[in-house]
């Protein structure tokens, strides 16, 4: 009998979405092949604690979100010799338990953002998704938003400075005023979820927007607003990658944008067109423009790019990057993924599939120059 491969599903986090990562760890949990693995969940509090938790207990509960038991021992992930990390318990009688890949599950700053990604390569951990280098971009809309236009993606014209710069009279109410037009929109930097964003529609209401978004990170971009309409597309890594088709987001009016609580909070929040209703021509447009971004970032694993499609010019614009997209039961990206021919479980199998193999050939890279 061959041996099942050990996948810790990692979930929870220290960030403003960490409500929106048990439920995606739970659909992750639900889908993944149980004749081809052992999951292990492994869950990351709102104080940093990792723990282990026993998956029977918490399947139990039938709840959509995954479940944090404070009872559970606390552990701690350490390298392994054969290229296989641990679960090492910091108290108690329990051994080390042996994982052959972590699965993150886990959205926004200290999770997506590059952070998490760094410890999983320190300890030589096998891991689904990008690397260090495009987590950290894709988690900070301007620098990602730099990268795609000189990769030549269109972004929409915007604003971006730090509270510093903000608070010391370097960028002015007036100077956003003068390069942008209303409605603008006012988003953190490093935050993901639409947490934290505003539509400002008078500039009178614009510093309690920035005051806002400075809640949530120390850099913070105020966008062009456009009359558009939002274009998603899931990326798949592979030999070639594989993109899936459109969809569209039609949020209510209700909600004016697609904000938090139209995503995860009203279940009338917003409807959505999969495939999206584009024409041949455009619709080969996004994906060509998706699957540029995810090359131009140096992604890996799997991305949901995003765009707003201006309903006056028909020209696409970049809006975000998403590394580490959600996987709840209303997630775009396995949603767009099955309607595309990759039904959820092969999914998370070939996620997992490329990420012992992108550990396998990382590990097999020289650490030492050899004359």
């Given at each position: 009998?061959?041996?099942?491969?050990?996948?810790?599903?990692?979930?929870?986090?220290r960030?403003?979405?960490?409500?929106?990562?048990?439920?995606?760890?739970?659909?992750?949990?639900?889908?993944?092949?149980?004749?081809?693995?052992?999951?292990?969940?492994?869950?990351?509090?709102?104080?940093?604690?990792?723990?282990?938790h026993?998956?029977?207990?918490?399947?139990?509960?039938?709840d959509?979100?995954?479940?944090i038991?404070?009872?559970?021992?606390?552990?701690?992930?350490?390298?392994?010799?054969?290229?296989?990390?641990?679960?090492?318990?910091?108290s108690?009688?329990?051994?080390?338990?042996?994982?052959?890949?972590?699965?993150?599950?886990?959205?926004?700053?200290?999770?997506?953002?590059?952070?998490?990604?760094?410890?999983?390569e320190?300890?030589?951990t096998?891991?689904?998704g990008?690397?260090?280098?495009?987590?950290a971009?894709?988690?900070?809309?301007?620098v990602a938003k730099?990268?795609?236009?000189?990769?030549?993606?269109?972004?929409?014209?915007?604003r971006?400075?730090?509270?510093?710069?903000?608070?010391?009279?370097?960028?002015?109410?007036d100077?956003?005023?003068?390069?942008?037009t209303?409605?603008?929109?006012?988003?953190?930097c490093?935050?993901?979820?639409?947490?934290g964003?505003?539509?400002?529609?008078?500039?009178?209401?614009?510093?309690?927007?920035?005051?806002?978004?400075?809640?949530?990170?120390v850099?913070?971009?105020?966008?062009?607003?456009?009359?558009?309409?939002?274009?998603?597309?899931?990326?798949?890594?592979?030999?070639?990658?594989?993109?899936?088709?459109?969809?569209?987001?039609?949020p209510?009016?209700?909600?004016?944008?697609?904000?938090?609580?139209?995503?995860?909070?009203?279940?009338?929040?917003?409807?959505v067109?999969?495939?999206?209703?584009?024409?041949?021509?455009?619709?080969?447009?996004?994906?060509?423009?998706?699957?540029?971004?995810?090359?131009?970032?140096?992604?890996?694993?799997?991305a949901?790019?995003?765009?707003?499609?201006?309903?006056?010019?028909?020209?696409?614009?970049?809006?975000?990057?998403?590394?580490?997209?959600?996987?709840?039961?209303?997630?775009?990206?396995?949603?767009?993924?099955?309607?595309?021919?990759?039904?959820?479980?092969?999914?998370?199998?070939?996620?997992?599939?490329?990420?012992?193999?992108?550990?396998?050939?990382?590990?097999?890279?020289?650490?030492?120059?050899?004359?």
């Amino acid at each position: 009998m061959t041996e099942k491969t050990r996948v810790a599903v990692l979930y929870g986090g220290r960030s403003g979405e960490h409500e929106v990562s048990l439920q995606s760890a739970a659909s992750v949990v639900r889908h993944l092949d149980r004749t081809r693995f052992e999951v292990i969940p492994v869950s990351i509090d709102k104080a940093g604690r990792w723990q282990r938790h026993d998956l029977r207990r918490i399947e139990q509960t039938g709840d959509p979100a995954l479940a944090i038991p404070p009872e559970s021992p606390e552990v701690r992930l350490a390298q392994g010799a054969d290229g296989r990390a641990g679960l090492v318990p910091l108290s108690g009688d329990q051994g080390r338990t042996e994982i052959d890949v972590v699965f993150p599950v886990l959205h926004g700053p200290l999770c997506e953002d590059g952070t998490l990604q760094g410890l999983l390569e320190l300890t030589e951990t096998a891991y689904v998704g990008s690397g260090v280098l495009a987590s950290a971009v894709g988690m900070d809309k301007d620098v990602a938003k730099r990268l795609a236009g000189l990769a030549g993606i269109p972004v929409a014209p915007y604003r971006a400075f730090t509270r510093k710069a903000y608070e010391r009279g370097a960028v002015s109410l007036d100077d956003i005023a003068a390069s942008l037009t209303l409605p603008v929109f006012v988003k953190p930097c490093n935050m993901g979820s639409s947490v934290g964003i505003r539509k400002v529609k008078d500039w009178a209401d614009l510093p309690a927007a920035l005051a806002d978004a400075f809640q949530y990170d120390v850099k913070v971009l105020v966008e062009q607003g456009i009359d558009a309409r939002e274009i998603e597309v899931a990326v798949l890594d592979g030999d070639p990658p594989f993109v899936s088709v459109a969809s569209e987001l039609n949020p209510q009016p209700h909600h004016d944008f697609y904000s938090y609580a139209a995503k995860y909070l009203d279940p009338d929040g917003a409807t959505v067109d999969l495939p999206a209703r584009l024409a041949p021509e455009p619709m080969a447009r996004v994906r060509a423009l998706a699957l540029q971004a995810f090359e131009a970032l140096e992604c890996s694993g799997l991305a949901r790019v995003d765009f707003f499609l201006d309903r006056t010019s028909g020209e696409f614009y970049l809006n975000e990057i998403n590394t580490l997209p959600g996987f709840t039961a209303i997630s775009m990206y396995p949603k767009m993924m099955e309607a595309s021919g990759v039904p959820y479980p092969e999914l998370l199998t070939r996620l997992v599939a490329l990420a012992l193999e992108r550990h396998r050939v990382r590990r097999g890279l020289r650490r030492e120059f050899v004359g």
